[in-house]
T-cell receptor
Framework: GENVEQHPSTLSVQEGDSAVIKCTYS??????FPWYKQELGKRPQLIID?????GEKKDQRIAVTLNKTAKHFSLHITETQPEDSAVYFC??????????FGTGTKLQVIP | DAEITQSPRHKITETGRQVTLACHQT?????MFWYRQDLGHGLRLIHY???????NKGEVSDGYSVSRSNTEDLPLTLESAASSQTSVYFC????????????FGPGTRLTVT
C-alpha cells in the first residue's frame, strides 16, 4: 500500500518568515495530493491540493509543488502569520480513492 | 448547507463494553471513512465504504466494525472496548466522482477506562 512520510514533525518560524513542509510517497500510481490544516481541537480542513498533471499550484500565501519523478511534494507558506500556527497534514490518493496521510507537522509561528 | 456530523462528541466507557460512534453526512457522498488520530501517528484509516452495503478494512481495523445500510450513515462499532482504543475518531466523506477532497466531521473523543 501507499506510504507517506512527512518532515519535519515540528517547525518554528518567526512571523513573516517562510515555512516549508516536505512529503514523500511510495505509490507511483498516486495522482492527487491534498494538504490539510488542523487547528487545536478542530477537524482537519483542506487548504490546497494538487493533481499529478500539475507541477505547482498557488493560492495567495500558500503553494504546493510536486515532483512526480522523485515522488515528493512540498507545502510552502510565505509571510507566515500567527494564525498559520496549526498541524499540517500531507496526503496522497492512491488506488480505490483511498487517501493515506502523513504523520503531521506542528507549525508554530512566533510573533 | 451540506454537512457531516458525529455523535457523541465525547464518550467515556469501560473496558469490554460495546460502543458505537455515529457518523451522518448530507453531502450525498458515496465514499465514507473512519480514522483515529493519536499523537505521533497522524490520521490512521480504520474502515471505509464506497457505497451502500460496501465496507473495507483499513490499516488499523482490528477490534472495529462498520456497516453501511444507507448513503448518509456509517456507524463505527467497537466490539469490546480496550484502553488502546482511547483516541479521537474522525469520520470523513468524499465524492466518488471527484473532486476527491475529504470533508471531516468534528470528531469524537473516546476514553476507555
Amino acid at each position: 500500500g501507499e506510504n507517506v512520510e512527512q518532515h519535519p514533525s515540528t517547525l518554528s518560524v518567526q512571523e513573516g518568515d517562510s515555512a516549508v513542509i516536505k512529503c514523500t510517497y511510495s505509490d507511483s500510481a498516486s495522482n492527487y495530493f491534498p494538504w490539510y490544516k488542523q487547528e487545536l481541537g478542530k477537524r482537519p480542513q483542506l487548504i490546497i491540493d494538487i493533481r499529478s498533471n500539475v507541477g505547482e499550484k498557488k493560492d495567495q500565501r500558500i503553494a504546493v509543488t510536486l515532483n512526480k519523478t522523485a515522488k515528493h511534494f512540498s507545502l510552502h507558506i510565505t509571510e507566515t502569520q500567527p494564525e498559520d500556527s496549526a498541524v499540517y497534514f500531507c496526503a496522497a490518493l492512491g488506488g480505490y480513492q483511498k487517501v493515506t496521510f502523513g504523520t503531521g507537522t506542528k507549525l508554530q509561528v512566533i510573533p | 448547507d451540506a454537512e457531516i456530523t458525529q455523535s457523541p462528541r465525547h464518550k467515556i466507557t469501560e473496558t469490554g463494553r460495546q460502543v458505537t460512534l455515529a457518523c451522518h453526512q448530507t453531502w450525498n457522498h458515496n465514499n465514507m471513512f473512519w480514522y483515529r488520530q493519536d499523537l505521533g501517528h497522524g490520521l490512521r484509516l480504520i474502515h471505509y465504504s464506497y457505497g451502500v452495503q460496501d465496507t473495507n478494512k483499513g490499516e488499523v481495523s482490528d477490534g472495529y466494525s462498520v456497516s453501511r445500510s444507507n448513503t448518509e450513515d456509517l456507524p463505527l462499532t467497537l466490539e469490546s472496548a480496550a484502553s488502546s482504543q482511547t483516541s479521537v475518531y474522525f469520520c470523513a466523506s468524499s465524492s466518488s466522482e471527484g473532486p476527491y477532497e475529504q470533508y471531516f466531521g468534528p470528531g469524537t473523543r473516546l476514553t476507555v477506562t
